[in-house]
């Protein structure tokens, strides 16, 4: 069993709960705290993602799985891990630096397990699609509903993405087709479980994209969402369509995008079509984003560390088999999943 684990970012809103959750369910774990600052306990380690040199108390500790919850542009982690032959578990990559990071990790030899575990929450939206489906060979269209609450819990780094990305063209897919969309456009009407009703949900880009489609091949994929106040939701898209994101600085988008909340509900929606199924499977985490996530990572911090896998990349979903993952979900208090089809 592998148990000297690393949180760099650990002092962050989401690396915090991960250290909570982690401890918790499993006690015997010797969990390490990677931050810039020092710290007061011999866990806590200076470690700067944009520092390398900070990285040798990674081996000198003998870090067995090394959780990256900071986001790492430069790569300088998933390098370090490669050479050291070091687990890896990276939930911060936004969809143009996971597929460099995963165009860089097939370029190299790789003698441990890279989990790039960057899809929405943590990468449980293609394990839930993943533990519905019997094969993810025979679905045609996934569609992502999210439901994002501005009071809800979110660190800094959060608010990194969407500031540097919403003037960005990404892309969706149709019928295998990359299709370039912007963000906060194209309207569709969802109507929310949990009470929350129909809304408009608007273009949103999340690694699931790229995920479900280049490396699952599902032919259609598309993710909307919409925020708890529909005014913010139709002045985000208002913004887009008369380009002021264009002029803003990148100081001033994340001053929008930098949600100061303590707190909310997180609920997203799965629609599945297959040739002859429809389902739909909506989660919602009454602890909010930062909680789900935390449980993601640790959820999969868990599978690494007590089942053998070869060495390679993975992405997260693909760690677990049949049901597990949903019913380690299932099982958390603060979490309501509803399936229907
Ligand atoms: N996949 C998902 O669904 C999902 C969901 C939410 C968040 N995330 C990602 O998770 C990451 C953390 O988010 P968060 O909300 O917890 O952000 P956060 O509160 O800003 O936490 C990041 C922490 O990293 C540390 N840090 C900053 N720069 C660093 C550096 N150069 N080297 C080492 N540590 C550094 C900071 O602590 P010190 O000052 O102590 O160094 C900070 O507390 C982000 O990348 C975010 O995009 C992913």
Same mark, same amino acid.
């Given at each position: 069993m592998k148990s000297n684990i690393l949180i760099i970012g650990g002092n962050g809103i989401v690396g915090k709960t991960i250290d909570r959750i982690l401890r918790k369910r499993n006690p015997h774990y010797n969990i390490f705290i990677g931050s810039r600052k020092q710290g @007061? #306990? *011999?866990?806590?380690l200076v470690i700067d993602? %944009?520092?390398?040199? %900070?990285?040798?108390a990674i081996v000198e500790k003998k870090i067995d799985i090394v959780i990256l919850s900071v986001n790492d542009i430069d790569e300088n982690v998933l390098r370090f891990v490669i050479e050291n032959q070091i687990d890896y578990i990276d939930i911060t990559k936004p969809t143009p630096d996971l597929m460099k990071a995963c165009d860089f990790a097939e370029t190299q030899k790789i003698n441990s397990r890279i989990v790039?575990? &960057? @899809?929405?929450m943590g990468g449980i939206v293609s394990g839930l699609v993943n533990s519905v &489906?019997? #094969?993810? *060979?025979?679905?045609r269209a996934v569609d992502l509903f999210v439901y994002y609450s501005v009071n809800d819990l979110a660190g800094e780094s959060s608010a990194h993405f969407m500031a540097e990305n919403v003037a960005k063209p990404f892309v969706n897919y149709k019928n295998n087709q990359p299709v370039s969309v912007k963000h906060f456009l194209d309207a569709e009407a969802f109507n929310f479980s949990f009470g929350i009703g129909k809304r408009q949900a608007y273009n949103f880009d999340v690694p699931d994209l790229y995920i479900l489609?280049?490396?699952?091949?599902?032919?259609n994929v598309s993710v909307k969402m919409t925020y708890n106040s529909k005014f913010i939701t139709w002045l985000l898209g208002a913004f887009q369509k008369v380009r002021l994101y264009n002029i803003l600085s990148i100081k001033e988008r994340k001053m929008i995008f930098g949600s100061r909340g303590n707190g909310d509900q997180s609920v997203f929606e799965i629609v599945i079509k297959s040739d002859n199924q429809h389902k739909k499977i909506s989660l919602q985490s009454l602890k909010g984003q930062a909680e789900l996530t935390a449980l993601s990572a640790v959820l999969h911090t868990e599978q690494l560390s007590n089942n053998h896998y070869e060495n390679k990349v993975y992405? &997260?979903?693909?760690?677990?088999? @049949? &049901?597990a993952l949903i019913e380690s979900l299932k099982n958390y208090k603060s979490i309501n999943i509803k399936i229907t089809e």
């Open positions: @007061g #306990s *011999k866990n806590d993602v %944009t520092k390398p040199q %900070t990285f040798q790039f575990s &960057s @899809g929405w &489906s019997d #094969s993810i *060979k025979n679905i489609n280049r490396i699952e091949n599902i032919p992405f &997260s979903h693909q760690l677990y088999k @049949g &049901s």
